[in-house]
């Protein structure tokens, strides 16, 4: 079932912007939108690169994001050819994260995390 650009219209506007990027999105990306949508002040979507993902990457997601985290360097080229102009003045991360876990493995999200707040402000944190 794909999500209508509507939703992302309607969430309340946040400190920042996440995208997570991988390919069929039902694993990884939505194990970072889950992860980070915990966080306060974050708003975080998850999409893929194949035409049969969930949900699948889009010019309006990408102008949405503030920050696009992409798993593999497959997904930042597919990314970056598909949506270049759309893409100036945003930051556009690989993760390096390959396609072994499954959705909310404790160590995938244990690397995403990782991974991805170093690329966030300082203020941002965890709701309890």
Request: glycine residues 4%.
């Amino acid at each position: 079932m794909r999500r209508s650009i509507m939703l992302v219209v309607m969430h309340e506007k946040k400190e920042m912007n996440l995208l997570f990027v991988c390919s069929e999105n039902r694993l990884r990306s939505p194990t970072g939108e889950e992860v980070f949508s915990a966080y306060e002040g974050i708003d975080a979507i998850g999409c893929g690169t194949n035409a049969d993902a969930a949900t699948t990457v889009s010019g309006d997601l990408i102008e949405w994001a503030d920050i696009v985290f992409v798993m593999e360097r497959s997904h930042r080229n597919k990314v970056s050819k598909k949506f270049k102009a759309l893409l100036k003045g945003k930051k556009l991360i690989c993760l390096d994260i390959p396609d072994e876990y499954e959705r909310m493995d404790p160590v995938l999200v244990r690397l995403i995390e990782n991974r991805v707040i170093r690329h966030l402000p300082s203020t941002v944190r965890k709701n309890a």
